[in-house]
């Protein structure tokens, strides 16, 4: 199915499902001006358009230097009246000076001299816009020598080093050319951009080729979470032994493959776009609110303006799901970054924005349905969606859907529209190019973590006749997975059980998905660079995608349970403390401290009572209080429960729970 032209007029038959792409209104021209030096934020600042000045206000997220795009209306083209001079024959040429520029006029026929005429000057093209510096590189200006000819090649010495330019056509010797060079940066100077997220040890750090890579900071994990299992007869760190998906979009087909996480390589720009590692490394350190903002600007960049057309997509309620996916694949990527009008045919609603936020809502409760077949609950949390590994089975079209899948959240983070449903953390971390570790596992199936994770304290692992292999049911039919070439040769041991581990971990979070999360990907990307999220962590891509919860602190503080030092007890001091603490905390804060117990910001429609646990029953906000825990509080994302040290001061506490909750929801030791 193609994207089709404008729909039959709203006399003639109705339009059937699909996809539309409306006509511009040619009323508009755009124009690039940069922001002179001394403009502020918020200021105005005048330009000259069409001959005619226009203020222009500096948005609050830029700065001087920075190019804007402007829309002005379109010049109407202006008429002349002259008189015919003496002698002209119709056919031929006569001059006339108009704005003081020579100007040559036709006589047309019928018409003889002294006779007036009205003409219009010739429409000019519009200028192309100057050539700016690209991404990362550096923008030099040079005197061609004496002696070089257009063509040939000279050397010089520019940034420290010599490179050879070639002088351009119709340039002659004494005048200056501009060429650009890639930056190059001093390990010192590498060494002052790092993106820190607090999250297990791994922070983002630019490498000489300007691109972020990760890097695990053993020395900061150490401090900030011990994890030292006494019981471990073989040594296995969940956190350094990390992977990151690597994303290829081929032209054929789209692939994935795990690395180690130290391998992975992101870039620092966009095509078309203006930001730098330097940028990105700035915005990461603001406040989530500030990076909202920036990314939002990134956006409005981005999308096409409504002048140069629209895409308006009917879709019938009863079959949304069909129709979307037809209409929705049928769409070119460069036209998925439009306006976008839905209608839901039938039905009289013009979409000012309420039928946009009932379109994002339907067909994400739908294709994220486990009825459908495609994506399945969480075992940890049942507000959580994964990619179904035997989706093919029950739809032979599956890829298409989940192409169409992460269109849709692409589109919606672009729009500022909020989806309902959640996804686990493993696919947050996969959106990203973040490091999957070995506690991811517990979100795909959280007794196979718990079994795996015990191994490392056996004494020898070899009793158990382990093989590097996998059983998989199937509708039924029993199938046994090689988790490495030969695997069902191989005995695992106490030498290669890292190994097994690690295998383990690749197949179940993204090897048996690996063509499902291809599409996903793909279709995410179409509309959203990846390097734009790098200024987030993972916890932040589920706020952006789902919004902040409204959380009613009055039901929470209701439908908790007290466990432990706390049972019977919910006047304890430390209790009160705790409440205390999370009434005065932001949304922000409120949501991460949900995220660090029950693995996810949601909170169900019915509220608190109906949380549930890894096994679909009701698992209630429980908070435990535990002597043996010390100083960092311990989340148990299967049960809903937080274990509480006995804190003897509320400054003790604020300081160690605002401290955990700042981190992953999957650190301090989590159950």
Request: aromatic content about 10%.
């Amino acid at each position: 199915m193609q994207v089709s032209q404008a729909p039959p007029a709203s006399n003639g038959p109705p339009a059937p499902p699909g996809a539309y792409k409306m006509p511009g209104a040619a009323k508009n021209q755009r124009f690039y001006v940069t922001i002179p030096r001394g403009v502020r934020p918020g200021q105005h600042f005048p330009v000259l358009v069409n001959g005619q000045q226009m203020m222009v206000k500096c948005p609050e997220e830029n700065q001087p230097g920075d190019r804007l795009i402007v829309t002005a209306p379109r010049a109407a083209p202006q008429q002349f009246v002259v008189a015919v001079p003496a002698n002209v024959k119709p056919g031929q040429q006569f001059r006339v000076m108009i704005n003081n520029q020579e100007v040559m006029v036709t006589c047309p026929r019928g018409v003889t001299s002294g006779q007036r005429v009205t003409f219009q000057l010739p429409a000019q093209p519009e200028r192309p816009p100057p050539v700016q510096t690209a991404p990362n590189h550096q923008m030099f200006e040079v005197t061609v020598p004496e002696g070089i000819k257009p063509q040939q090649p000279f050397a010089l010495i520019a940034n420290g080093q010599k490179v050879m330019v070639t002088c351009p056509p119709n340039v002659k010797p004494g005048q200056k050319i501009r060429f650009q060079l890639p930056i190059q940066l001093t390990q010192q100077q590498l060494e002052t951009f790092k993106v820190s997220y607090d999250k297990d040890g791994w922070m983002r750090c630019l490498g000489p080729d300007l691109k972020f890579h990760w890097a695990y900071n053993q020395a900061d994990n150490a401090e900030n979470n011990n994890k030292t299992n006494p019981n471990a007869k073989v040594e296995y760190d969940e956190d350094r032994r990390a992977f990151v998906r690597l994303f290829e979009n081929s032209a054929t087909k789209p692939k994935v493959a795990f690395i180690p996480a130290g391998d992975y390589a992101m870039e620092t720009s966009v095509k078309g776009m203006t930001f730098t590692y330097a940028d990105l490394n700035d915005i990461a350190g603001k406040p989530f609110q500030e990076k909202c903002d920036w990314l939002k600007g990134q956006f409005a960049n981005m999308r096409i303006p409504w002048e140069e057309g629209h895409i308006k997509l009917k879709v019938r309620r009863a079959s949304v799901l069909q129709d979307s996916m037809d209409a929705i694949e049928s769409i070119e990527s460069t036209d998925m970054r439009k306006i976008f009008r839905f209608e839901f045919l039938g039905e009289p609603a013009l979409d000012a924005g309420g039928v946009a936020r009932e379109f994002f809502s339907v067909i994400c409760n739908q294709i994220f349905n486990p009825d459908c077949g495609l994506f399945l609950y969480s075992a940890v949390n049942q507000m959580c969606m994964q990619i179904n590994p035997n989706s093919g089975i029950a739809n032979e079209h599956h890829l298409r859907y989940f192409h169409m899948a992460g269109r849709i959240l692409g589109k919606a983070l672009m729009d500022g529209q909020i989806t309902p449903v959640h996804l686990i953390q493993p696919l947050y971390k996969h959106l990203m190019g973040w490091p999957v570790t070995f506690k991811d596992l517990e979100h795909v199936d959280d007794q196979i973590y718990r079994n795996l994770s015990e191994l490392v304290n056996l004494d020898d692992v070899g009793m158990l006749y382990l093989e590097f292999v996998v059983t998989e049911d199937k509708l039924g039919v029993t199938e046994t997975v090689d988790l490495i070439p030969g695997g069902g040769d191989i005995t695992v041991t106490n030498e290669n059980l890292p190994e097994y581990l690690d295998a383990q971990l690749q197949y179940r979070t993204m090897n048996r998905i690996s063509d499902q999360l291809a599409e996903f990907l793909k279709g995410f990307y179409d509309i959203v660079p990846e390097p734009l999220l790098s200024v987030f962590d993972f916890q932040e891509l589920e706020l952006l995608l789902h919004g902040l919860p409204n959380i009613d602190m009055d039901d929470w503080v209701k439908n908790t349970e007290y466990t432990g030092e706390f049972a019977n007890s919910s006047g304890n001091k430390v209790v009160q403390w705790f409440w205390e603490l999370v009434r005065s905390f932001e949304q922000e804060q409120k949501a991460k401290l949900l995220q660090f117990v029950t693995g996810t910001s949601g909170v169900p429609i019915q509220g608190f009572s109906h949380l549930q646990g890894n096994d679909g029953s009701i698992r209630k906000f429980t908070l435990h209080g535990d002597r043996n825990v010390k100083v960092f509080p311990r989340a148990h994302t299967c049960f809903n429960r937080i274990d509480m040290p006995i804190y003897k001061t509320k400054a003790e506490m604020q300081k160690w729970l605002t401290m955990a909750i700042s981190m992953e929801s999957t650190g301090f030791g989590i159950e």
